[in-house]
């Protein structure tokens, strides 16, 4: 059992701490792993708490954007980062429960062992505990995207993910590509599953993100996606034996 952890993180001083503390305890059971913070421009105290956890985490890997780029590119650089086979995705809010990932990890490795192509299970926040309007948006924001991409997954904003990185290597990345790898990874030829997860409210900090700029630009991500999705032909290869 091993896995990489990405964690893009912009603004998340308070948070460093109590997190990495989760993420370590959840991961006791593995025989290796790895902890990847994408340090996304942060502007507070975020890269000095992570490089002075780094002192006392020794799989701790820390990168660090000199401006911030975005949640999409922080991902982006942890996935090339990463050295295992396996990459888990968490956002650096708290929101997401470390304790998790386990079960997105052996869900995945037990029902590949029957299905090659499955490639992500993607969590879904079924039990959010945001606000109204953000509840709202979020879930008009999901209905929309599925009807068009046909992704079937309830849940793509979830930071919770669990995937192959030769699978999102193959991705075409793009500034908020984060939000459709269910999508693109369907796109792809491969499987998703999505498997409910617990949420829970902030605790420490501000969301960095505002839900009316997601939605405008989703809805140029969106018709740029569905234009990927005409232009990917897929086909069976089979290698010709001597």
């Not at 059992?1 to 993180?9: E, G, L, R």
């Not at 490795?109 to 192509?117: F, H, L, V």
């Not at 996606?225 to 069976?236: H, N, S, Y």
């Amino acid at each position: 059992m091993t896995i990489s952890i990405v964690i893009p993180v912009h603004n998340e001083a308070e948070n460093i701490n109590p997190l990495l503390n989760e993420i370590i305890s959840a991961l006791q059971n593995f025989a290796d792993y790895e902890i990847i913070y994408i340090n996304d421009g942060s502007s507070d105290n975020t890269l000095n708490m992570l490089k002075t956890a780094q002192q006392t985490i020794p799989n701790l890997r820390v990168f660090h954007h000199e401006k911030s780029c975005g949640q999409s590119a922080a991902i982006y650089t942890g996935i090339k980062a990463a050295k295992f086979y396996i990459i888990a995705t968490l956002d650096g809010d708290g929101q997401n429960n470390p304790a998790d990932i386990p079960i997105l990890y052996t869900q995945l490795q037990s029902q590949r062992a029957a299905n090659s192509k499955l490639a992500m299970m993607t969590g879904w926040r079924n039990q959010r505990h945001d606000s109204m309007w953000r509840l709202f948006s979020s879930k008009f924001a999901n209905g929309i995207r599925s009807r068009l991409l046909g992704d079937a997954t309830p849940d793509t904003g979830c930071g919770l993910k669990v995937f192959l990185r030769d699978a999102a290597l193959q991705l075409p990345f793009f500034d908020h590509y984060h939000r459709f790898l269910p999508a693109l990874m369907i796109r792809s030829g491969y499987q998703v599953i999505s498997v409910p997860v617990s949420h829970r409210a902030r605790e420490r900090g501000v969301s960095n993100y505002g839900t009316l700029d997601r939605l405008w630009v989703g809805i140029s991500d969106i018709a740029g996606v569905i234009w990927l999705k005409t232009r990917m032909k897929l086909t069976e290869v089979s290698e010709i034996e001597r």
